[in-house]
């Protein structure tokens, strides 16, 4: 079955400090990683795809099929980071999304 | 935003009334979904469309229904609303294999 586990409901980090949001996924056929950002009482934003391998606002991700693992990291964290983020596994049947829980993040200046 | 509005924004109700919330697209996107927010539980489906008169079951769909008649309108209906029924609803939206769209959320209080 489809899962998405992000083991960190809360993350505290100084500004500055890198910071690391963990995501796994459970997937038996090629998995789209995602993850969405929520700032405080908006809507979710798209933030990355692994399929892009982009990085936006100093954020990177990369997919480890070995370890079905998705990490979110940043070298420097800033005040502006502090949000909700989802991870999120997209299947190649069903057009269904599978959400992570949520990490909480908090960047203390 | 892709265009995704969802109505209304904020609403009180009691329990056992119905309760239908909307959304609406102007992107012509095909795939629509419905979730609910919960602190602890993250974003839960609760049904989705993939088409007009096309839509199936998500994750917690027991006690809501949906209708699509419109390419661009998703309804989310509580026939009979309870307290657990108490979330931060999010609408979204899909052009095809590519990533969703989120609405701005409806609060919905059941008291």
Redesign the interface.
């Known amino acids: 079955a489809q899962r998405v586990t ?1 083991p960190e ?1 809360l993350l505290s980090v100084f500004k500055g400090a890198p910071v690391e949001l963990k995501c796994n996924y459970s997937y038996s056929g090629s998995p ?1 990683l ?1 993850w ?1 950002v929520q700032y405080s009482r ?5 933030l990355l ?1 692994h399929i892009s391998r982009e990085s936006i606002k100093g954020f990177t991700a990369d997919l480890n099929k070995g370890e079905t693992s998705f990490h979110l990291k940043k070298p420097f964290a800033q005040e502006e980071d502090s949000a909700m983020y ?1 991870c ?1 596994l ?1 299947t ?1 049947t069903g ?3 599978y ?4 990490t909480s993040l908090t960047v203390i200046p | ?1 892709a265009g995704i509005t969802q109505s209304p924004r904020h609403k009180v109700t009691e329990t056992g009334t119905p309760v239908t919330l909307r959304c609406h697209q102007t992107e012509n996107h095909r ?1 629509m ?1 419905w ?1 609910r927010q919960d602190p ?6 609760i049904h ?1 469309s ?1 088409g007009v008169k096309d839509t199936d079951k ?1 994750e917690v769909s027991d006690g809501y229904s949906v209708s699509r008649s419109k390419t661009e309108d998703f309804l989310l209906t509580l026939e009979s609303a309870t307290s657990s029924q108490t979330s931060v609803y ?1 609408c ?1 939206t ?1 052009p095809g ?1 590519d ?7 409806t609060r919905l209080t059941v008291l």
């Open positions: 992000q409901k789209e995602f969405y908006q809507r979710l934003q798209l795809r989802y999120a997209g190649t057009n269904q999304f959400f992570g829980t949520g | 935003d795939y979904y979730y602890g539980h993250g974003l839960r489906l989705y993939y998500g999010f979204a899909q294999t990533t969703q769209y989120f609405g701005p959320g």
